[in-house]
């Protein structure tokens, strides 16, 4: 098994080694870690972590726009980590998750993958 | 006609039920930061108990992160005829986790949880997710699920028999439906209307404005050949219909009005069938928006829902970001009558605190007791829309009161006595969703 350490910089930079295989939101819940979750597919949003450091594949989310993305969100549940990662958890890490949308609208280049259309120079 | 089976023999019967004295509603912790399970309220609504306007009872679901959301009986007046059926069993599905939770009433203060039909094992075998509208069909249950087994649209309709084994897909066709989302049937007409939200990929992460540009969102009602279970006709509604949501017929099994709220066009749509046997639409109501000091553009209502009094006389619905609960008076349904009009909560800041409790959201899901006299409200609508509006509710969670309406010549007025405050939970602040009572209510129960 290919191992990866994930630090969790918002509870105290406790480490946990996980299988580099599987997805996050499994590796931390069977070492204690208690993480929100909803759909388990990468649709729901109700997981997202934040990345501050290291590299995952989430190709099967469907659930962040470019905006969330830039911002270091990540859906846990279908995330592996590619690199050694460092995350901020749990809803104290969604402070920019959630926007109001009329009162900040997205620019078309941070709508959803399917959706955007690339930055213009 | 003498009879022993679930529900009321007709509207009429319905409106001379004993007045409700328990109320069961969902709280939700998904989304919250709260790592507990959603969880089933039983409310005490009678105003002659010690322990009236509170809590009583609370039954946590097995695990956490469902979003419970709408729920619905295994039984109604559909099988009033049939002695071997009873109102008993609520079922309780989590939007976000697909489980469907079978929740026993046999001891009506106590609702214990019977079973769990698995999220995954819906989706193994019939491709389907995220379970919304639950409709008893005489003896039998269909769910509207707004997704496929990977949360695109536009899912369908699952089938489930009295026992809550699954049948498989209840519909023989989608057509061109493009979403889904609620529904109702008025079987004397062969017909079932349907309406359009969302893909669950689209809906659950929250809500992106331009997304509906880019259509994502639903602008369509959909008549169904009931019988045949399948679409046969599609009103276009464009910008008037903008997130069609909550589709009512009138209770009257002979009537074919029918009205949907559509939430981000703030408008309420009317449909029947002429005089030539063709189905009509038309749009009845539109609430303007609103300006606000602190947004670009003014604040849509987004009627979150819309309830028909039993007597099918009065029409309610509620503007979610403007805070307030309309009545409007519909015995002419083509002119609408405002006749009542309270404020809680929104986003303009007309209420901002009713009976002692900060209103944290606005008015959003709504029951109204057979008689027609009670209004029930709570505030939070999804868990990550709630976030996205009204982000102060993770700390205050959310809250229910209860609205006096005047069935003679409309009115309505806050009752100053009644609050649940579910900011105040043992667990901590939680959110309080849709209302219904053990024996039937206003989107209950539907006559064959």
């Given at each position: 098994m290919t191992s990866r350490t994930i630090t969790l910089a918002n509870r105290g930079g406790a480490t946990y080694s996980v299988d580099?295989?599987?997805p996050l939101l499994d590796t931390l819940r069977e070492q204690g870690v208690d993480l929100p979750y909803g759909?388990?597919?990468?649709?729901?949003?109700?997981c997202a972590a934040r990345l501050t450091d290291g590299q995952i594949d989430?190709?099967?989310?469907?659930?962040?726009?470019n905006r969330q993305i830039a911002n270091g969100?990540?859906?846990?549940?279908v995330a592996r980590p590619l690199t050694d990662c460092t995350l901020e958890i749990g809803?104290?890490?969604?402070?920019?998750?959630?926007?109001?949308p009329f009162a900040d609208p997205l620019e078309p280049h941070e709508l959803k993958a399917d959706i955007a259309t690339p930055k213009e120079a | 006609m003498e009879c022993c089976g679930?529900?009321?023999?007709?509207p009429a019967e319905a409106m001379k039920?004993?007045?409700?004295?328990l109320l069961y509603t969902i709280a939700i912790y998904t989304?919250?930061?709260?790592q507990k399970p959603d969880y089933l309220c039983t409310i005490d609504?009678?105003?002659?108990?010690?322990?009236?306007?509170?809590?009583?009872h609370r039954l946590e679901m097995?695990?956490?992160?469902?979003?419970?959301h709408h729920m619905g009986w295994n039984?109604?007046?559909?099988?009033?005829?049939?002695?071997?059926?009873?109102?008993?069993y609520l079922i309780v599905p989590g939007v976000r986790s697909s489980n469907l939770h079978i929740v026993d009433t046999i001891d009506p203060r106590a609702p214990q949880l019977h079973k769990v039909v698995e999220g995954a094992e819906i989706k193994a075998r019939?491709?389907?997710?995220a379970p919304h509208t639950v409709h008893c069909l005489g003896s039998e249950i269909i769910i509207s699920m707004l997704?496929?087994?990977?949360?695109?649209?536009?899912g369908g309709y699952l089938h489930l028999d009295k026992d809550f084994n699954i049948v498989g897909r209840w519909e023989r066709s989608m057509g061109d439906i493009p979403f889904g989302y609620d529904f109702w049937y008025q079987p004397r007409h062969n017909v079932m209307a349907s309406s359009e939200w969302a893909a669950p990929n689209t809906f659950m992460p929250g809500f992106d404005l331009e997304e509906v540009g880019h259509l994502k969102y639903g602008r369509r009602i959909h008549l169904w050949d009931f019988e045949k279970r399948e679409p046969k006709?599609?009103?276009?509604?464009?910008e008037d219909g903008l997130i069609p949501l909550e589709v009512r017929f009138h209770?009257?099994?002979?009537?074919t009005h029918g009205f949907c709220g559509a939430a981000l066009s703030a408008n309420i749509i009317h449909w029947w069938k002429d005089g030539a046997g063709d189905w009509q639409w038309e749009k009845i109501i539109d609430v303007e928006n609103e300006p606000h000091p602190e947004w670009p553009i003014p604040v849509p209502g987004v009627i979150s829902v819309i309830l028909i009094s039993m007597d099918d006389r009065f029409l309610y619905f509620c503007n979610w970001l403007h805070g307030d609960i309309r009545q409007y008076n519909i015995e002419d349904p083509h002119n609408p009558v405002l006749t009542g009009q309270v404020w809680m909560g929104?986003?303009?800041?007309?209420?901002?605190?009713v009976n002692g409790v900060r209103v944290?959201?606005?008015?959003q899901m709504i029951q109204l007791s057979l008689d027609g006299k009670r209004l029930y409200v709570t505030t939070s609508l999804f868990s990550t829309w709630d976030n996205q509006f009204y982000p102060e509710i993770r700390t205050n969670g959310g809250c229910m009161l209860m609205v006096n309406c005047d069935t003679e010549t409309g009115g309505m007025e806050i009752d100053p006595g009644f609050v649940v405050d579910f900011g105040k939970e043992p667990n901590g602040p939680s959110r309080c969703h849709e209302t219904r009572y053990p024996g039937g209510d206003c989107t209950s129960d539907i006559w064959v």
């Open positions: 580099a295989r599987r759909c388990k597919y990468g649709g729901c949003i109700t989430q190709r099967r989310q469907v659930a962040l726009n969100y990540i859906i846990l549940c809803v104290d890490s969604h402070g920019k998750l959630y926007r109001n | 679930p529900g009321y023999a007709s039920a004993p007045r409700e004295k989304g919250t930061g709260i609504a009678d105003p002659e108990s010690p322990t009236y306007s509170q809590v009583i097995p695990g956490i992160g469902d979003e419970l039984a109604c007046s559909s099988c009033h005829d049939d002695a071997s059926m009873s109102r008993r019939t491709d389907l997710s997704g496929d087994a990977k949360g695109e649209a536009p006709q599609t009103f276009y509604l464009g209770h009257d099994p002979d009537s929104g986003l303009l800041d007309r209420a901002p605190e944290t959201g606005g008015p």
